[in-house]
């Protein structure tokens, strides 16, 4: 039994297995080590994932979905055509196709993945993720953070060393850093931050500003003012996907050139762009977003208690540090360079392998490790205080600070503060603010903590003891006991906005396995259909009438997902075209 490591990224996913020991990566069907994460659903409900849709992406954008990632955790709601999903859904979409592909690969079912995400990533990002994986039909056996999965492997890489190595990982959609002491077998996180909203695609942006401005200084108007909204959807996603192919060039070349043919029709001429910019005006325009990279890494390292030059390796992954200048700032600031014998685009799923074959056992005797994280926010509640003789609510009461080590729990008592007080409303806030209503609040308010049958008693008598924890998945339970009578309340905080219930992700379980069933009935049946249509156009009226029915019969029982009706439509259809050839 296999253990999948995924690495589900925001522009790209991987995954690997450990084989005799040693993590491999896994191939898809188009023989690639990484799968774009993109999704599209096309009008007669073929699913495609991967290369194939990112080539497609600027012809038909409303048909595709990229950057999924960063919605995860929030309700926002992802139109594809006709059809809405929930950002797990889409994730979902993407770990079915890897795990389709992995089992094509290793000839067996796969069942239980770990599956990555930033080490940055809340409690709501977490969970939404864990429901991808179960809508996609695998248990996940953990959730684990992006930059300890690549010191993973490269702590399996470099056994015996002892040092403090950083892991900074600038990805597509977000950037970690994290600090980990490598001792022997054990690799501990010290610390970790990081941005949920800084990556590769932002500089994409920037530069799709920077074609915008030259643009509109040429030809006086704004590029994408004019036309039809969907031909300013397409003219945005050719930009768009032309922008990254010119900032990956700018990381080997001096120069890149932005050339789009004929990309817009303006009063009644089409338009070409060909703009040329230079590396040097590159770095100009993204320096100041990738300065702020080095604040995070401050802060990581200010929380490790470590300074600079206690930092014996960099480690650098994630697409986007190929970029020079990425380089040239963390170098600066470590004043050493960053190690090159590790594959940006794989460590984190290799890490992610290795992971799985902890728990299977499955690693050698000499290769065994021993993994701590932390914590990545600060947790607590909110109470009352009396300043200047006045009650004053919504301060913040830690009862985790970020980066401890995980597992962890926390309990402290609370007393009632009115006469009577029968019911206490639980706050759950992370960040790190002095006012709690500052920080993130993580409950939904409909449903609020409530510790109630508090026996009626003078203010201050009643206490209630409240327990907060981070599981090993960063995951948070939380646990509140009225001392006085013992009664407890204990939940996964899992009515959070935005994440699906247990009866949805049921129903989207049986949506996603229905919606692939269709999509392989649609291309597989999709020969058949195009040649009727051929014969159809050359044949007599009233036999080119014939044809469409059966062509209706056929997309119909596609449509209901019924394998024995397809079949026997298929055939109906291939002996009417006989017959007329005939
Ligand atoms: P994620 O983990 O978020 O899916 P990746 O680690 O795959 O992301 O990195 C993807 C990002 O890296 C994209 O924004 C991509 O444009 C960028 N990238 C990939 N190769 C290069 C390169 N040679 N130069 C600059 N950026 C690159
Ligand atoms: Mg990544």
Redesign the pocket.
């Known amino acids: 039994m296999t253990i999948l490591g995924i690495?589900l990224?925001?522009?790209?996913?991987a995954m690997a297995y450990v084989k005799n020991g040693q993590p491999e990566m896994i191939v898809n069907s188009r023989g690639e080590r990484?799968t774009p994460?993109v999704f599209q659903k096309n009008i007669n409900g073929e699913l495609v994932v991967g290369s194939v849709a990112k080539n497609q992406y600027s012809s038909l954008p409303e048909q595709t979905v990229l950057e999924i990632?960063r919605k995860m955790g929030t309700d926002e709601k992802i139109t594809v055509g006709e059809t809405s999903f929930t950002p797990e859904q889409i994730s979902a979409h993407f770990l079915k196709y890897l795990k389709q592909a992995a089992e094509d690969f290793l000839g067996e079912k796969i069942t239980e993945a770990v599956i990555t995400v930033p080490a940055y990533f809340s409690d709501a990002q977490r969970k939404a993720t864990k429901i991808a994986g179960e809508i996609a039909g695998l248990k996940v056996e953990r959730i684990l953070n992006e930059p300890t999965a690549a010191a993973i492997a490269y702590g399996l890489d470099h056994p015996d060393s002892e040092k403090n190595i950083i892991v900074y990982d600038l990805?597509?959609?977000?950037f970690d850093i994290s600090v980990v002491r490598l001792d022997k077998n054990l690799i501990e996180v010290k610390a970790s931050a990081g941005d949920n909203h800084l990556?590769?695609?932002d500089?994409?942006r920037l530069l799709v500003d920077w074609v915008a401005e030259q643009f509109a200084e040429q030809y006086d108007v704004p590029l994408f003012s004019f036309g039809e909204a969907s031909e300013i959807t397409q003219r945005h996603a050719r930009v768009k996907l032309e922008a990254?192919n010119v900032?990956?060039s700018l990381?080997?070349e001096l120069s890149a050139t932005f050339n789009l043919p004929f990309l817009a029709v303006y009063e009644g001429k089409p338009i070409s762009l060909d703009y040329t910019i230079t590396r040097a005006e590159f770095e100009d325009i993204v320096r100041s977003l990738l300065e702020e990279t080095l604040v995070h890494v401050d802060k990581a390292i200010h929380d490790a208690k470590l300074a600079p030059d206690a930092i014996d390796d960099i480690i650098l992954?994630?697409?986007?540090t190929?970029?020079p200048l990425v380089q040239k700032l963390v170098e600066a600031k470590f004043e050493r360079m960053a190690k090159k014998d590790i594959n940006?685009?794989e460590a984190v799923a290799l890490g992610a392998a290795i992971q799985g074959a902890m728990k299977e056992d499955s690693l050698s005797e000499e290769s065994s490790l021993m993994v701590i994280d932390v914590c990545p926010y600060t947790l607590g509640t909110d109470v009352l205080r009396i300043v200047d003789g006045k009650r004053q609510s919504g301060y913040f009461d830690i009862l985790i600070r970020r980066n401890e080590p995980l597992p962890v729990t926390a309990k402290k008592i609370y007393n009632t503060v009115n006469d009577n007080q029968t019911t206490i409303d639980i706050g759950v806030y992370q960040g790190d603010d002095e006012d709690a209503r500052v920080n993130d609040d993580l409950r939904i308010t409909e449903t609020p903590l409530i510790v109630d049958e508090i026996p009626e008693n003078a203010a201050g008598k009643e206490k209630v003891e409240i327990m907060f924890r981070y599981d090993v998945n960063g995951l948070i339970q939380i646990e509140a006991t009225v001392l006085s009578t013992g009664r407890t309340i204990s939940q996964v905080l899992d009515a959070q906005r935005g994440i699906m219930s247990a009866r949805q992700v049921k129903e989207a379980k049986l949506e996603l396995f229905d919606d692939w069933e269709k999509s392989k009935l649609a291309s597989e049946m999709k020969g058949v259909i195009r040649r009727a249509k051929k014969v159809r156009r050359n044949a007599e009226p009233q036999q080119a009438v014939q044809i469409e029915e059966a062509i209706q019969q056929l997309e119909y029982a596609i449509q209901e997902t019924d394998v024995e009706l397809v079949k026997a439509r298929e055939e109906a259809l291939l002996d009417l075209l006989m017959e007329i050839i005939e």
Do not use: F, H
């Open positions: 690495d990224g925001t522009t790209n996913s990484t994460s990632k990805g597509g959609g977000t990556g590769g695609m500089l994409d990254e900032k990956k990381s080997s992954i994630g697409g986007a190929r970029i940006p685009d």
